[in-house]
């Protein structure tokens, strides 16, 4: 790896760091356990607005990477950026970013230009760890995907609920059998603000509206947490400021419903939306429903942050994990961990982002291979 400098994670801060990271009985090994020695890859961040500068604030406290340099078109956000990595070179573009010596580049910037800062990244031979969603369509996500195979580099997608302690135990239980078949889900993931960024409501910068921003979680906790079989079917009712939308090229969508079957006959029930008058900040719950019994995660009064996870038997319930649990920057982190322990060549794992934006597709009605909405 290039001009990395090796730390070993044995070392006493970085172990109480890093290890903080992995939640007990996760399935991952904490990181605390691994005696190998490190190299600390060299990172660029692009795209330095809220949620970039929170992973960028997770990734410099891990003490894990060396971030190198920020780049963001706005001097503000390189600002408040360089408060929290006082030592990176501040630039404006990717192009810039590329100049540099880098190992990996962490793409936070409008949803619509992902896939193609993605794949100049990848292109450029440097691992690429990106904010959801990774493309606004299946075609554009098979690019970056075979883009990352083809240069042999990490790529990852900031799936973050994946992470919650919650979900991680709900998974487990799933995957052990012991809920049955699990035949029905029901995801909700109502915001009752709404992005404040403008661009979140552009169909060309943003490339969807609410189901393509908290909808693509959801789709993807369903999908994960039952170890991807096949969709058989999706369908959807978009609306917008309460109609029905039918143009998904002219506006974005504040409200989402869809069904989604799986293979084996399984029913997703998805439902997203911004601004809803909820009666509180937001509604995030997924339930799993099994001939064995039941499992939820839901948020805790409202919080966009703290969940309480429970398996239902009948009536009765028991706990499976509640807050706090410090999850939002765990993805980020397991790319980082990945890269610094030299496991930086691609992963096939990354094909399932395909599947994922395949689903999105069909909610949305989009033919498999149309193309993003500003070409149409
Ligand atoms: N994984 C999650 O749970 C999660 C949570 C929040 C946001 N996100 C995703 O992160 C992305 C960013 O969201 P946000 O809320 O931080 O938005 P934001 O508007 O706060 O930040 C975007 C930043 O990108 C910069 N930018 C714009 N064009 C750029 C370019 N060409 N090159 C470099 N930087 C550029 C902007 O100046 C801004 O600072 C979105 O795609 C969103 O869907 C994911």
Known sequence: MRGCREIRVGRPEAMVRAGSVVEPGSGNVPFAEQEESLARPRLGFLGVGWIGRNRLQAVAQSGLAEVVAIADPVAEMRG?????APEAAQVRSLDELLRLELDGVVVATPSALHAEQSIAALEHGLAVFCQKPLARTAGEAARVVAAARA???LLAVDLSYRHVAGMQRIRDLVGRGELGHVYALDLRFHNAYGPDQPWFRDPRQAGGGC????????????????GFPAVT?????LYSGGRLLVDVAAAVEDYAVAQIELEGGVSVRIACSWNLPAGRDAVIEAEFYGTGGGAALRNVNGSFYDFLAERYDGTRREVLSRPPDAWGGRAILEWT???????RGFDPEAERLVELAATLDRIYGRARGA???EER
Request: aromatic share 6%; no cysteine; proline share 3%.
């Open 80 to 84: 408040l950026a360089a408060s929290v």
């Open 151 to 153: 240069a042999d580099r």
């Open 211 to 226: 189901l393509m921003d908290l909808g693509t979680h959801l789709v993807d906790l369903a999908l994960w947490t039952l």
């Open 233 to 237: 079917d999706a369908w959807g009712r």
């Open 337 to 343: 961990l990945r890269l610094a322990t030299g496991r």
């Open 371 to 373: 193309a993003p909405a």
